[in-house]
């Protein structure tokens, strides 16, 4: 395919890396412009989901006053 564009493009050497640059150039603006737009709400890039570290045991974290125990350590009243 690629040889086939290349012996279509005219004016010699100079033409050919001409028409291929342009070519390029029109395939990217394409792509950038129309194609990846109209994808990019199919794409999972947006869907993130960030959540704390779960405490120990599962469930939710504590809140409210938080009191010492007898050993020194903390639990939630």
Do not use: R
Request: glycine letters at 16%; charged letters at 10%.
């Amino acid at each position: 395919m690629y040889g086939w564009i290349w012996n279509k493009l005219p004016f010699g050497l100079p033409g050919k890396i001409i028409g291929s640059l342009l070519l390029i150039g029109i395939a990217v603006w394409l792509l950038w412009y129309h194609l990846f737009p109209a994808v990019e709400p199919l794409l999972p890039f947006d869907d993130v989901q960030v959540e704390g570290p779960t405490p120990p045991g599962g469930g939710e974290t504590p809140t409210g006053p938080v009191e010492p125990s007898p050993g020194g350590s903390v639990i939630p009243t």
